[in-house]
């Protein structure tokens, strides 16, 4: 059942072709090797943070399924890198993505009653306010990697 439920996480997070003429690409035989709860505290990097414990804890391949908390100060890009940069006091509503090959790519949703959400790719200068809890995991399973796709548009991810 919990592999189930981390296939369809790994496929929502976006294993699809870079191309949208090639039919989706699915690796299966991974699974959950560990789960890390991860608590990070007041005014801590949180992409700066989550990248430390990812190469102290030796992670090549992983997810993060989720983390609640706040959040002092957040920067993110959208689509065509445009950045976004809000200093003041946010919710968490989403923060997701995964790691494949060592290098994390997370999306974070936040909010506030004069924001309402918004989001995007996060980046470094997400500041925590009274802390955040992030649910990590490994995968065991085929390494992943992401590489330019066979037209060199975005990155794609594929086995390594």
């Known amino acids: 059942m919990i592999q189930r439920f981390f296939l369809v996480v790994f496929l929502s997070l976006g294993l699809s072709a870079a191309e949208s003429n090639d039919p989706p690409r699915v ?3 991974g699974t959950v090797k560990e789960v890390l709860w991860v608590r990070l505290d007041k005014e801590a990097d949180v992409l700066k943070s989550l990248m430390a ?3 102290e804890h030796k992670i090549q391949d ?3 399924l989720n983390a609640v ?3 002092s100060a957040c920067k993110f890009h959208g689509v065509n890198r445009t950045m ?3 200093t003041e006091p946010l919710e968490i ?4 993505g995964m790691i494949a090959g060592g290098q994390p790519h997370f999306h974070v949703i936040v909010s506030n009653k004069a924001l309402g959400a918004v989001g995007g790719h996060l980046e470094e200068g997400c500041r925590v306010g009274a802390q955040i809890e992030v649910m990590l ?4 399973g085929p390494a992943m990697v992401r590489k330019a796709g066979k037209l060199g548009g975005a ?4 086995p390594k």
């Open 27 to 29: 690796t299966g035989g």
């Open 53 to 55: 414990i990812i190469a």
């Open 62 to 64: 992983g997810a993060v």
């Open 69 to 71: 908390g706040n959040l």
């Open 84 to 86: 976004t940069e809000i």
């Open 93 to 96: 509503l989403n923060l997701a």
């Open 137 to 140: 995991v490994r995968f065991k």
């Open 155 to 158: 990155l794609a991810l594929q």
